[in-house]
């Protein structure tokens, strides 16, 4: 890096000041691993990744049917990187391809007695999200069976999902059915597949039916009219009735998946303390006995690619609980590595140099700044001591969260001068593709009613609903923690008028209609999570389709529930979290939590957004922001120029 190349000084301060890319960045999280790259290390524990690399090439070739199941045991303490890990394989998996990726986050898993029904649940979750071809991962699964079945050019999923839904209508207007014959086609090859749910997998081509489709195979009930146009059964079952069947339609669904790629199931945190099964077994042991089952399940079953089962805990799990179980559970939990599982190391020196480059350099180059060195504000010298002390990745991480500033500027004596000089340093910062990120969105809604505590709030919203009297007493946390599951973010409890009010907030960004609906249904929920309003955050630009379960949700909660949607806008809550913003850096402006909540409470008392939230609902739902795509079937019905063709051309529209 050469000097003329470096960026002022004072740009490059303004950047560090502005934002901590340490910040919050010691746990990895479930969205972590399916979201945006988590920055990685490849050479930290690199023995544990390539062991997993080696595992799914050894499934991928292997003839012998009982190569075609291993399993893999990680132990590590807390805060060393094992969650870190399942998010490189993940990425790795998304970028090269290879492997279709599951992921099972225990701590979901709330009733033990329904654990192979939950697993259903993972798996179909799992293979709903982006796999390497740009589509779901039940997508490039339908798309091998439906290129297997036709007699065109092979299509990529992107190419069949375009135009299934079209082609579908085109042949039921002939007369014929397109998924009845993609379906008897593909049976030909897979003639002990379970026909429905080979049915149900070709459905998730469509962009219409995929969310059924997988609420299906997930093993829940449909509506009767969207079971009826999947051809699907519907029969009402006992939660124990779909635990007893689950194992078999896992079995099932694993042979289908796996017939072109090898297919990775990981176990994480296996030692959440969730509540013991009828049996008293704990969670640990619970999953332990779930990988030997899937083991010996689909160790002689049709595995055209193989199946590697990862199960990560802490060490003393694996020594005092896993390795002492009956049965041969040990050796089907880490059959790769002859019942040793691999440890994972802690950080050193070298290695904490290296995430300090990687972390930072994203941190420039986002901001196009380039620094005098690598590692600025930073000193080498400073890493590796620190590094000697051998730090888990989270306590690295941490440490380095605390140590990132650069010597202030001379500050103005006046508190409220400092207090301004914040905020405007906040409004020039860039802060990202902040309006996708629900977890941000929340913590600041959350902050901005903390500061209102107290406050008698009176008047008039932009939209016109009224607020009388609104005093907020407290904001809390939803309980049952384990059923909400963090989708509804916070409650805020108070009083209007002398009556109390228990307002749920759910902010919910998310494009797919999949995990809109997970989270309305728990908002709808009043009695269970103790709340007398729901109240959906979301963009009214970000459509909610009829088609989706939430749809049904929505209606339900505005019309019959008294809850409402409140749109979240850019120019609402970017000045709330600007101001979230200068409340954590208070200390770096030399300004009392007093002094701050005082000056923030001045600006947060006139956000609009938050006034929303709390004034009284409209009982409406504004129509714009409901999307309907029945009408485009018909227009593309009545425009289309439909000949019959014979049964053998059924496919014809697919593939050509």
Not at 181 to 191: G, N
Not at 316 to 325: D, I, P
Not at 536 to 542: G, I, N, Q, T, W
Not at 555 to 568: P, R, Y
Request: aromatic share 8%.
């Amino acid at each position: 890096m050469t000097n003329f190349l470096v960026s002022p000084i004072e740009a490059l301060n303004a950047a560090i000041q502005s934002h901590n890319p340490f910040t919050n960045t010691g746990i990895v999280k479930e969205q972590d691993v399916w979201g945006k790259k988590f920055p990685d290390i490849p050479t930290l524990n690199a023995h544990a990744s390539d062991a997993v690399f080696q595992a799914i090439d050894l499934v991928r070739t292997s003839q012998s049917s009982q190569d075609k199941v291993t399993s893999i045991a990680i132990t590590a303490q807390q805060g060393v990187g094992k969650t870190h890990l399942l998010s490189r394989i993940r990425h790795r998996l998304e970028r090269e391809g290879g492997a279709l990726f599951i992921y099972a986050g225990v701590n979901n898993y709330t009733d033990l007695n329904l654990v192979k029904y939950q697993f259903q649940q993972t798996l179909a979750d799992s293979l709903s999200k982006t796999g390497s071809q740009q589509a779901m991962q039940w997508q490039e699964v339908a798309t091998v069976m439906a290129n297997e079945a036709g007699s065109g050019n092979p299509q990529t999923p992107t190419e069949l999902v375009k135009k299934f839904d079209q082609a579908y209508a085109k042949s039921l207007a002939q007369n014929k059915n397109l998924m009845n014959a993609l379906q008897k086609q593909v049976l030909k090859k897979k003639q002990n597949a379970d026909p429905y749910i080979v049915r149900a997998i070709l459905w998730t081509l469509s962009e219409t039916q995929a969310p059924f489709a997988i609420k299906w195979l997930s093993g829940e009930e449909l509506a009767q009219s969207n079971a009826d146009a999947l051809g699907l059964p519907n029969l009402s079952k006992t939660s124990q009735d779909r635990e007893a069947e689950a194992l078999k339609n896992i079995q099932q669904i694993l042979n289908l998946v796996s017939s072109s790629n090898p297919v990775v199931i990981c176990f994480d945190e296996i030692d959440v303390k969730n509540n013991a099964n009828d049996d008293g077994l704990p969670t640990e042991l619970v999953i332990a006995d779930l990988v030997k089952r899937l083991h010996d399940t689909l160790e002689y079953s049709e595995l055209s690619r193989g199946v590697v089962i990862i199960t990560v805990m802490l060490p003393v799990t694996w020594t005092l609980k896993v390795n002492e179980m009956p049965g041969g559970t040990r050796d089907r939990v880490s059959k790769y590595t002859h019942r040793k599982p691999i440890d994972l190391n802690y950080i050193d020196s070298d290695s904490l140099i290296e995430l300090v480059t990687l972390w930072l350099r994203e941190f420039y180059e986002v901001r196009n700044l380039v620094p005098p060195h690598p590692l600025y504000p930073f000193e080498e010298s400073q890493l590796r001591e620190y590094g000697k002390v051998r730090p888990t990745v989270r306590e690295a991480l941490k440490w380095c969260a605390e140590n990132f500033k650069v010597y202030e500027e001379l500050l103005p004596s006046d508190p409220l001068e400092r207090f301004e000089l914040a905020l405007k340093k906040e409004r020039e910062s860039d802060i990202g593709d902040y309006m996708e990120d629900n977890s941000l969105i929340a913590d600041t809604l959350r902050f901005g009613f903390e500061t209102l505590k107290g406050e008698i709030l009176e008047g008039e919203t932009s939209t016109g609903e009224k607020l009388n009297g609104v005093t907020i007493e407290d904001v809390t946390e939803v309980e049952p923690k384990s059923t909400n599951q963090g989708w509804i973010n916070f409650k805020v409890i108070g009083k209007e008028q002398g009556k109390v009010f228990k307002i749920g907030v759910a902010v919910l960004q998310n494009a797919h209609g999949k995990a809109v609906g997970a989270g309305m249904w728990r908002l709808i929920e009043y009695d269970k999570f103790d709340i007398t309003r729901g109240c959906l955050v979301r963009s009214k630009e970000k459509k909610i389709r009829k088609q989706w379960d939430s749809y049904q949700f929505l209606n339900k909660l505005v019309n019959q529930l008294g809850g409402e949607w409140v749109d979240l806008k850019v120019e609402e809550i970017r000045p709330i979290i600007d101001l979230y913003s200068v409340y954590r850096k208070r200390d770096s402006y030399q300004l009392t939590e007093e002094q701050i909540l005082e000056l923030l409470k001045q600006l947060t008392i006139k956000n609009n957004l938050l006034l929303e939230i709390l004034s009284n609902p409209s009982g409406e739902i504004n129509e714009d922001s409901i999307e309907d795509d029945s009408q485009l079937v018909e227009d593309f019905l009545k425009s289309s120029n439909l000949n019959d063709t014979d049964d053998t051309d059924d496919l014809d529209d697919l593939f050509n």
